[in-house]
């Protein structure tokens, strides 16, 4: 079994083998690059590597933000905003969790600070979880939700017709594609709701925006359904065409008759290992861009970066590359012309991913932190 864990520590460690073998009985500790991984002779291993210190601020930043969405007291925001170091902890083997559990706790209580855990419940020293879990959505609601994402991205790109000579006609199909929605009202959000009720030119251009973007998660949500692959990380599908391939866009004439395909009507979803899989492989690519926004210009050695991340590596299979940096249009992204478009769509991705692994059961209150 694979355990994670990240600890957050308001009182700095000594990184070295001899501190974190001294909190893992029965271990012996090693640097392997960055990290220290530890090996017990039961065959379970863990790795501890660090969060990079010019990380740091960022990372607590984003800490903050999901902490105060999750109901964190006002108390517990101020201590969290002194953490002064951040570790990702990755063990595998039969007794993983006993093992890495048993180091976790003891970091937590030498540096006063706090252990998260999957799906984003946050401990303290002592064990007790301090938000409030929430368990992963189950593949009904997945599948659900996707339709949801796709009506909601549908309904935004009707907007385009605003002021058009095809105006009525888009209105027409707005409110086919909300009337149909209401079969999904035990998902939908209010904001959602009101969006699909909301005649053509009179949608607020943010909400438009953000709308349409609403596909890029829909896309990682049928990823995970096995309906559909997900594209590259600098494409971004046409959420028309998201909606045509699952039978939501499909008309009897002029009217709209979705007939949705077996793999949302009789959902499954992908194994955990591979949600795990492409949950750290998004999260690594919204930490690029992130990277390129917050330091344009400055190269990253990405296939370093996939050993060495403190969350446990991830896989850059079919991830183009270009100069050893993420490429965006053939160019690394440090010279390409235009960053958006991988930037809103890693954005959106993590998003998806976060909400599928359990961070939070309502999806507009995901909170992705890097």
């Known amino acids: 079994m694979t355990v994670r864990a990240t600890v957050y520590l308001r009182e700095p460690l000594a990184f070295t083998p001899e501190v974190l073998g001294a909190f893992a009985s029965g271990a012996t500790a090693a640097f392997e690059g960055r990290g220290i991984t530890l090996r017990w002779s039961d065959g379970t291993h863990a790795r501890v590597t660090p969060l990079a210190e010019e990380q740091l601020a960022s990372h607590r930043e984003g800490l903050l933000g999901y902490s105060e969405r999750a109901g964190a007291s006002a108390g517990l925001l101020e201590e969290l905003a002194t953490v002064r170091q951040v570790f990702g902890v990755v063990g595998d083997g039969e007794a993983a969790g006993a093992h890495v559990g048993e180091l976790v706790s003891a970091m937590v209580r030498r540096g006063r600070g706090w252990s998260m855990l999957p799906p984003g419940e946050l401990y303290d020293g002592d064990g007790r979880p301090l938000y409030g879990q929430t368990d992963p959505p189950s593949a009904e609601r997945v599948a659900r939700r996707a339709l949801v994402l796709l009506a909601v991205s549908c309904r935004a790109l009707l907007e385009d017709d605003a002021g058009t ?64 692959e997900l594209a590259p990380p600098d494409v971004s599908e046409h959420p028309y065409d998201h909606a045509r391939a699952v039978g939501l866009l499909r008309f009897e004439g002029d009217v709209l008759r979705p007939a ?93 991913i976060l909400w599928l692994t359990g961070q939070h059961a309502t999806y507009s209150q995901i909170e992705p932190t890097t």
């Open 165 to 228: 000579r095809n105006a009525g006609a888009a209105d027409a199909r707005r409110r086919e594609l909300a009337e149909w929605a209401r079969s999904l009202d035990g998902e939908l959000e209010p904001s959602e709701r009101a969006l699909l009720d909301t005649p053509i030119g009179r949608l607020d251009p943010r909400a438009r925006i953000e709308g349409v973007w609403r596909g890029e998660g829909a896309a990682v949500l049928l990823w995970a359904l096995g309906a559909r």
């Open 260 to 352: 949705i395909v077996p793999a949302l009507t009789q959902p499954r979803l992908r194994s955990d290992e591979e949600l795990d899989w492409m949950y750290r492989r998004l999260l690594g690519l919204h930490w690029r861009a992130v990277e390129a926004r917050v330091s344009p210009g400055r190269p990253v050695d990405m296939r370093a970066f996939a050993k060495e991340n403190f969350f446990g590596g991830m896989d850059l299979a079919g991830i183009a590359l270009a100069d050893g940096d993420v490429a965006v249009a053939g160019e690394p992204i440090t010279r390409a012309k235009d960053t958006g478009l991988f930037q809103s769509i890693a954005l959106e991705r993590h998003v998806a």
